[in-house]
């Protein structure tokens, strides 16, 4: 009778061994890290914010600067004051909203192009397909532009009324509340759209 011989196991050398991970290159071991997604996301958002930021920076003192500010944004917030209080007899005069017992002045930083950027920079790296990001804009900057429109005749109003108000509403609160109003938006339009999530 034949007698059974110890087994010998053959090495599957076609399997990775245990420390192959350990034996990676270390940009690889970095994009299988947990935190590489979410930081190279961080980056990304604020790459593109800057360098919208910078760009709209070069049109400082030209035509397309006058065109946000002076007829876009004053003008269309004339318009709509001139509606609601007729007898108040409001001018757009530059970047000037100016009437008989005071206005306030309209600098680049009250356009509501930053809160636009933000919502932009975030809708580009938002895990959604191009037909929601871009349904996404479509909809949401006009919609900061209408928010930033309120907070301009409130604080046209305020500081007529109550001018102790206008500086904290003007720094401080107005700004807090169109960010907070545009994050809603985004989160809405991100839980509206899952099924839109992009595989890539």
């Known amino acids: 009778m034949a007698e059974p011989s110890e087994t010998t196991q053959?090495?599957?050398?076609?399997?990775?061994?245990?420390?192959?991970?350990a034996q990676l290159?270390?940009?690889?071991?970095?994009?299988?890290?947990?935190?590489?997604?979410?930081?190279y996301q961080i980056v990304?958002?604020?790459?593109?914010?800057?360098?919208?930021q910078t760009l709209y920076g070069l049109t400082n003192g030209t035509w397309f600067e006058h065109l946000v500010i002076d007829d876009m944004t004053v003008?269309?917030?004339?318009?709509?004051?001139?509606?609601?209080?007729?007898?108040?007899?409001?001018?757009?005069?530059?970047?000037?909203?100016?009437?008989?017992g005071g206005g306030i002045n309209i600098a680049n930083g009250c356009t509501g192009l930053e809160v636009?950027?933000?919502?932009?920079?975030?809708?580009?790296?938002?895990?959604?397909?191009?037909?929601?990001?871009?349904?996404?804009?479509?909809?949401?900057?006009?919609?900061?532009?209408?928010l930033n429109q309120v907070r301009l005749i409130a604080l046209f109003y305020t500081f007529r009324m109550n001018k102790p108000l206008f500086s904290s509403l003007h720094?401080?609160?107005?700004?807090?509340?169109?960010i907070a109003f545009t994050v809603l938006f985004f989160a809405y339009w991100l839980s509206r759209h899952q099924q839109y999530v992009s595989t890539h």
């Open 10 to 21: 053959i090495p599957n050398h076609n399997q990775p061994s245990a420390n192959a991970t």
């Open 25 to 39: 290159p270390a940009k690889f071991q970095i994009k299988n890290s947990p935190f590489y997604q979410p930081l």
């Open 44 to 52: 990304l958002f604020l790459g593109i914010f800057v360098s919208l």
């Open 75 to 100: 003008k269309t917030a004339a318009q709509l004051i001139d509606w609601i209080t007729p007898e108040v007899g409001i001018h757009a005069i530059g970047t000037h909203l100016s009437a008989f």
């Open 116 to 146: 636009m950027f933000l919502l932009l920079s975030a809708m580009i790296i938002a895990p959604l397909n191009r037909r929601a990001k871009l349904l996404g804009l479509l909809l949401g900057i006009p919609y900061i532009f209408m």
């Open 171 to 178: 720094s401080t609160v107005a700004p807090i509340l169109l």
